[in-house]
């Protein structure tokens, strides 16, 4: 049963594919004064709404009791009899099944002690669990603190103690969650003005605008109709993406940036969709949907406006479909509920915005360019951007698997041929089906190829072993290459990799191209740190995880960072997306999901961090010392080199 409950505390641990602390029972302490020598400790629990903190005695296989311990090691309090409680209820209780005593809004609990002269406060321990009709919090303990001197409320003075974890890694995930829903929207907004520069949406908009102007019998109801339309479009993409995020799920999307088939069948999309824009062919809803959806926008009224913008939406898929589904895989694959909904938000505002903007002032149609052979040129930059972007998921699925099929040479190389090509394109030299003949070439379209030809110049130098820090999250990591340390580099040499050479222990490593001793096996690394007497540095991370490259390519490689992660601690990389199959020996049941067996390396890993540490993002990273406490609050991303490096000199500073 107890099983049980652990897969149920997956439904609150996290959303939005982010680390979340459900915390329905808040702890207060007060003391009552009996005689000069004793005192009456009450604890009191109160309860969110909905759920319940179970009682100090449940039947066997059931909850986890509250249970109080009270820190008389000193010899200077003497508990008398047993922590009294409160009437609560006793019912059927609906997770276990069994009838539990419980209490609900809240619950006090009393302890009588006698304690010496000059005993100014007592320190306890209460675990608990709390459930509501469906779900169950892990099993959690708080610190109490009774103030002897001061009998008033001594809320403030109990803190929180989350096994393993303070728990500002939390705030910390959800601040990066927060930022990573930015950048969906920021690149989602573009993206829809993008597509606004496609031959199916640009000249929609002078049409579409004068139906409104023309056919409103005021100005101010022409404006009004088409803030409608803008907003009708708004919903329906909007709906789209929540219709993804449902289908899927937050469990779903977390897995989708290190699952290998996800990653192979968005790589095959993404083909599909960079040839579509390339003229190949062209992908379209059924016409009969569109007839159905023009009789609708016949009728008039709000009605007629949201089947036009759903009209729209159909007519135009063959431009905007690929650059959608793009956004929708990219945001998916980030591992968040919310990304497709705040995607698909940004896209449709920028497509939304032109409608409206112009019907308020149609004066500014005159100013638009001329709809022509532009539009098929930005529909095929916008392809060749696209199988670009095809080969990341390729690789992700590759460096997964670790088949060394797409290692970091023949990636870049790829994506030389991609930006040449397309540099070529865009000088001219190159024509696809639905180009018109080109007799000079724009001072635009100049620039942009410039750019193209320039990028693709840049990435020449990277089969050769430079770091690319332009693009370091897109090409596989340094050390997934024919040649780690540069094409004609030997250990052998002279060098600083030759003065920090020492026999490497069992289970280590020297991470390419930094050369930092580093661990991929837990108990292996905690037993040489405690060999040589250096605080642990665990960093969860992922082979496919594109943070964890701009964390290593950016941040680590910064001299002082690097001095310490070489010299000041052990590391341990745990690779959350490992696939490689556990021993024999080392396959156990899940906690997690009770009734599968831990099969990949990787699983026992995420379940690491999940359970212990609350979270179940990368990279994440957590100093501690050798009794597996953490010296400070753990942190994910940190691009902030001086953020990470102070980070990084208390956490050493507090192990010393």
Same mark, same amino acid.
């Given at each position: 049963?107890?099983?049980?409950?652990?897969?149920?505390?997956v439904?609150?641990l996290?959303?939005s594919?982010?680390? +979340?602390?459900?915390?329905p029972?808040?702890?207060?302490?007060?003391?009552e004064?009996?005689?000069?020598?004793?005192?009456?400790?009450?604890?009191?629990?109160?309860i969110?709404?909905?759920w319940?903190?179970?009682?100090?005695?449940? #039947?066997?296989?059931?909850?986890?009791?509250?249970t109080?311990?009270?820190?008389?090691?000193?010899?200077?309090i003497?508990?008398?009899?047993?922590?009294?409680?409160?009437?609560?209820?006793?019912?059927?209780?609906p997770?276990?099944q069994?009838? !539990?005593k419980?209490?609900?809004?809240?619950?006090?609990?009393?302890?009588k002690v006698?304690?010496?002269?000059?005993?100014a406060?007592?320190?306890?321990?209460?675990?608990?669990m709390?459930?509501?009709?469906? @779900?169950?919090?892990?099993?959690?303990?708080?610190?109490?603190?009774?103030?002897l001197?001061?009998?008033?409320?001594?809320?403030?003075?109990?803190?929180?103690?989350?096994?393993? @974890?303070?728990?500002?890694?939390?705030?910390?995930?959800?601040?990066?969650?927060?930022?990573?829903?930015?950048?969906?929207?920021?690149?989602?907004f573009?993206?829809?003005?993008a597509? &606004?520069?496609?031959?199916c949406?640009? #000249?929609?908009?002078p049409?579409?605008?004068?139906f409104?102007?023309?056919?409103s019998?005021?100005?101010?109801?022409? !404006?009004?109709?088409?803030?409608?339309?803008?907003?009708?479009?708004?919903?329906?993409?909007?709906l /789209?993406?929540?219709?993804?995020s449902?289908?899927?799920?937050?469990?779903?999307?977390?897995?989708?940036?290190?699952?290998v088939?996800?990653?192979?069948?968005?790589?095959?999309?993404?083909?599909?969709?960079?040839?579509?824009?390339?003229?190949?062919?062209?992908?379209?809803l *059924?016409?009969?949907?569109?007839?159905?959806v023009?009789?609708?926008?016949?009728?008039?009224?709000?009605?007629?406006?949201?089947?036009?913008?759903?009209?729209?939406?159909?007519?135009?898929?063959?431009?905007?479909g690929?650059?959608?589904?793009? &956004?929708l895989?990219?945001?998916a694959?980030?591992?968040?509920?919310?990304?497709p909904?705040?995607?698909?938000?940004g896209f =449709?505002?920028?497509?939304?915005?032109p409608?409206?903007?112009?019907?308020?002032?149609?004066?500014?149609?005159?100013?638009?360019?001329?709809?022509?052979?532009?539009l098929?040129?930005?529909?095929?930059?916008?392809?060749?951007l696209?199988?670009?972007?095809?080969?990341?998921?390729?690789?992700?699925?590759?460096?997964?698997? +670790?088949?060394?099929?797409?290692?970091?040479?023949?990636?870049?190389?790829?994506?030389?041929?991609?930006?040449?090509?397309?540099?070529?394109?865009?000088?001219?030299?190159?024509q696809?089906?639905?180009?018109?003949?080109?007799?000079?070439?724009s001072?635009g379209?100049?620039?942009?190829?410039?750019?193209?030809?320039?990028?693709?110049?840049?990435?020449? #130098?990277?089969?050769?072993?430079?770091?690319?820090? /332009?693009?370091?999250?897109f090409p *596989?990591? +340094?050390h997934?290459?024919e040649?780690?340390?540069?094409?004609?580099f030997t250990k052998l040499?002279?060098?600083?990799?030759?003065a920090?050479h020492?026999?490497? *222990?069992?289970?280590?490593?020297?991470?390419?191209?930094?050369?930092?001793?580093a661990?991929n096996?837990?108990?292996?690394?905690?037993?040489y740190?405690?060999?040589?007497?250096?605080?642990?540095?665990?960093?969860?991370?992922?082979?496919?995880?594109?943070?964890c490259?701009?964390?290593? @390519?950016?941040?680590?490689?910064?001299?002082d960072?690097?001095?310490?992660?070489?010299?000041?601690?052990?590391?341990? =990389?745990?690779?959350?997306?490992?696939?490689r #199959?556990?021993?024999?020996?080392?396959?156990v049941?899940?906690?997690?999901n009770?009734?599968?067996?831990?099969k990949?390396?990787?699983?026992?890993?995420?379940?690491? +961090?999940t359970?212990?540490?609350?979270?179940?993002?990368?990279?994440?990273?957590?100093?501690m010392?050798?009794?597996?406490?953490?010296?400070i609050?753990?942190?994910?991303?940190?691009? @902030?080199?001086?953020?990470?490096?102070?980070? &990084?000199?208390?956490g050493i500073?507090?192990?010393?």
């Amino acid at each position: 049963m107890r099983k049980f409950l652990f897969a149920l505390t997956v439904l609150v641990l996290s959303f939005s594919g982010h680390a +979340q602390i459900i915390e329905p029972v808040k702890w207060s302490t007060s003391v009552e004064k009996l005689s000069d020598s004793e005192y009456e400790l009450v604890s009191k629990a109160t309860i969110e709404s909905g759920w319940h903190l179970y009682s100090q005695t449940v #039947p066997e296989d059931g909850p986890i009791s509250t249970t109080f311990t009270y820190d008389d090691s000193e010899g200077t309090i003497k508990i008398v009899g047993n922590t009294s409680e409160e009437e609560g209820h006793t019912i059927d209780d609906p997770v276990f099944q069994m009838k !539990i005593k419980y209490f609900e809004k809240s619950a006090i609990f009393k302890q009588k002690v006698k304690v010496q002269k000059g005993v100014a406060s007592i320190n306890a321990l209460v675990e608990f669990m709390a459930c509501n009709d469906t @779900n169950c919090t892990p099993p959690k303990e708080f610190e109490l603190v009774f103030n002897l001197a001061n009998n008033k409320d001594t809320a403030e003075a109990s803190k929180t103690i989350i096994k393993a @974890n303070k728990g500002s890694a939390v705030s910390k995930n959800n601040s990066e969650s927060q930022k990573g829903l930015w950048s969906i929207f920021i690149i989602a907004f573009f993206s829809g003005f993008a597509a &606004l520069l496609t031959p199916c949406v640009f #000249p929609m908009i002078p049409m579409t605008v004068s139906f409104f102007t023309k056919q409103s019998k005021t100005k101010a109801k022409g !404006i009004r109709n088409a803030i409608i339309y803008g907003i009708s479009i708004i919903v329906i993409y909007v709906l /789209l993406g929540i219709f993804v995020s449902l289908i899927f799920g937050a469990d779903a999307l977390n897995a989708l940036s290190t699952n290998v088939w996800f990653n192979i069948a968005f790589f095959i999309l993404l083909i599909i969709f960079a040839v579509s824009f390339l003229g190949a062919f062209e992908i379209m809803l *059924p016409n009969k949907w569109a007839n159905k959806v023009d009789s609708q926008a016949d009728k008039g009224g709000f009605i007629g406006i949201f089947f036009m913008a759903l009209a729209l939406a159909i007519v135009s898929f063959s431009c905007t479909g690929p650059i959608v589904g793009t &956004l929708l895989v990219q945001a998916a694959a980030g591992g968040s509920q919310v990304g497709p909904i705040v995607g698909m938000l940004g896209f =449709s505002l920028a497509i939304a915005l032109p409608f409206a903007l112009f019907a308020a002032f149609p004066g500014w149609l005159n100013s638009l360019p001329k709809s022509g052979g532009w539009l098929n040129t930005v529909k095929v930059v916008l392809g060749f951007l696209e199988l670009a972007l095809a080969f990341k998921f390729l690789s992700n699925a590759d460096l997964v698997l +670790q088949a060394h099929f797409l290692e970091r040479e023949v990636f870049i190389a790829i994506w030389i041929a991609i930006f040449g090509v397309l540099a070529f394109y865009l000088f001219g030299k190159i024509q696809l089906p639905h180009d018109s003949p080109i007799t000079h070439i724009s001072v635009g379209r100049l620039s942009l190829g410039l750019i193209a030809l320039s990028f693709t110049i840049y990435m020449v #130098p990277g089969l050769w072993g430079a770091p690319l820090n /332009l693009i370091n999250a897109f090409p *596989p990591p +340094q050390h997934y290459g024919e040649s780690p340390y540069g094409v004609g580099f030997t250990k052998l040499g002279s060098g600083a990799i030759s003065a920090n050479h020492y026999e490497i *222990p069992e289970g280590a490593h020297l991470m390419a191209p930094h050369d930092i001793l580093a661990f991929n096996d837990y108990d292996k690394g905690l037993a040489y740190a405690k060999k040589v007497g250096k605080p642990v540095m665990i960093d969860f991370t992922g082979h496919a995880c594109v943070n964890c490259r701009k964390m290593e @390519n950016n941040v680590w490689i910064k001299p002082d960072v690097l001095d310490i992660l070489k010299n000041d601690v052990v590391l341990i =990389s745990l690779y959350v997306d490992d696939k490689r #199959p556990l021993a024999d020996e080392d396959v156990v049941e899940s906690k997690l999901n009770p009734g599968k067996k831990l099969k990949y390396i990787g699983q026992k890993w995420s379940e690491l +961090q999940t359970i212990k540490y609350k979270a179940n993002t990368q990279p994440m990273y957590v100093l501690m010392d050798h009794n597996e406490e953490n010296l400070i609050d753990p942190v994910a991303y940190t691009p @902030n080199v001086e953020t990470y490096l102070n980070w &990084l000199k208390e956490g050493i500073s507090n192990f010393k």
